[in-house]
C-alpha cells in the first residue's frame, strides 16, 4: 500500500531564506503526487501536483517541487520565504480510492 | 470557481446528541470525502463515495455514518456525538475521469471545528 512520509512536523526558516519540505513516498510509483497548502482556519488547497509529464513541477505562490524516483522524494522548495507562506502543507500520493495524506509540516516564518 | 461549502464553521453540541455536518459541492464531482483532523495526526479518511447512494469506509468510520442522496451533497453523521469527536472535520470532492483509476486533485471545504462537550 502507498504510504507518505513527510520529515519534520515544524520548520522554521528566516524571512527571505530557502524554504525545504521533505516528502517521501513508498517504493511504488504513485501516478500522481500532490502538495496541499493549508492557510489558519481554512481548508486545503492544491499547491502543485506531479503527473509524470516533467520531474520539476511548478505550483503557485512560488513554490516548486522536483520528483526524484531514485529517492523516492517528492520535496517542496521555495527560493526565497514570505510571510504570507506560514501555513502547513501535506504532502499526498494518489491511491486507487483514496488519496493518502502525509502527516503535515506546519512552516514558521520568521522576520 | 470551484466551490466546496460546508453548513457551519464552528459547532459546540453536548454528548450524546445526533449531529449533522453538510457539504455541498459545485463543480459536478463524482467523489466526495469526508476527513477529521487533529494535532499530529494529519487527515483521516473517515468516509467517501463515488457515486449517489454510494458509500465506503474508510479508516476511522466508527461512530460515524454518511448519506448521499444527491450527487451535490455528501452528510456526515454522528449518531451519538462523544468528546474525543471533538475535531475539525473536512469535506473534499474530486473528478473522477472515465478509465481513470487513481484519485484525482482533491477540492476542501473550509471546514467545520466541532466542540462535544
Known amino acids: 500500500a502507498q504510504s507518505v512520509t513527510q520529515l519534520g512536523s515544524h520548520v522554521s526558516v528566516s524571512e527571505g531564506a530557502l524554504v525545504l519540505l521533505r516528502c517521501n513516498y513508498s517504493s511504488s510509483v504513485p501516478p500522481y503526487l500532490f502538495w496541499y497548502v493549508q492557510y489558519p482556519n481554512q481548508g486545503l488547497q492544491l499547491l502543485l501536483k506531479?503527473?509524470?509529464?516533467?520531474?520539476l513541477v511548478k505550483g503557485i505562490n512560488g513554490f516548486e517541487a522536483e520528483f526524484k524516483k531514485s529517492e523516492t522524494s517528492f520535496h517542496l522548495t521555495k527560493p526565497s520565504a514570505h510571510m504570507s507562506d506560514a501555513a502547513e502543507y501535506f504532502c499526498a500520493v494518489s491511491g486507487t480510492f483514496k488519496t493518502i495524506f502525509g502527516a503535515g509540516t506546519r512552516l514558521f516564518v520568521k522576520a | 470557481d470551484v466551490k466546496v461549502t460546508q453548513s457551519s464553521r464552528y459547532l459546540v453540541k453536548r454528548t450524546g446528541e445526533k449531529v449533522f455536518l453538510e457539504c455541498v459541492q459545485d463543480m459536478d464531482h463524482e467523489n466526495m470525502f469526508w476527513y477529521r483532523q487533529d494535532p499530529g495526526l494529519g487527515l483521516r479518511l473517515i468516509y467517501f463515495s463515488y457515486d449517489v447512494k454510494m458509500k465506503e469506509k474508510g479508516d476511522i468510520p466508527e461512530g460515524y455514518s454518511v448519506s448521499r442522496e444527491k450527487k451535490e451533497r455528501f452528510s456526515l453523521i454522528l449518531e451519538s456525538a462523544s468528546t474525543n469527536q471533538t475535531s475539525m472535520y473536512l469535506c473534499?470532492?474530486?473528478?473522477?475521469?472515465?478509465?481513470?483509476?487513481?484519485?484525482?486533485?482533491?477540492?476542501f471545504g473550509p471546514g467545520t471545528r466541532l466542540l462535544v462537550l
Open positions: 506531479y503527473t509524470s509529464a516533467a520531474t
Open positions: 473534499a470532492s474530486s473528478l473522477r475521469p472515465s478509465g481513470v483509476l487513481y484519485q484525482e486533485t482533491q477540492y
